[in-house]
């Protein structure tokens, strides 16, 4: 499941792997993916898809989004913003095709 995008590579620079353990996701606990039904739009990057629920995710997609895109060190005002818009326009999904 891709948590966001549009991350710009100076962030992570010559060590992405140094860069992502320094944001604070949460816990595998917190964390749970539910997989609904396998879905299509007429949408490139949505032709074939597994729906995911937004709740058991929003945590991490929201600390990856704040401090991979908005700037923020902790899910602020911007990311709020982005998620709002993320549920209603694209939602979290697995993509198969």
Do not use: K, N
Request: proline share 5%.
């Amino acid at each position: 499941m891709t948590l966001t995008s549009e991350i710009a590579p100076s962030l992570y620079g010559t060590d992405p792997q140094r860069w992502l353990d320094g944001i604070p996701f949460p816990s595998g606990r917190e964390v749970r993916v539910r997989f609904g039904g396998v879905a299509s739009q007429d949408v490139f990057y949505r032709r074939c898809f597994v729906r995911v629920g937004v709740e058991g995710v929003r945590g991490v997609v929201a600390i990856a989004r704040a401090r991979g895109v908005s700037g923020e060190e902790e899910v602020g005002g911007r990311t709020g913003e982005w998620l709002e818009w993320w549920v209603e326009s694209y939602g979290p999904h697995v993509s198969l095709m």
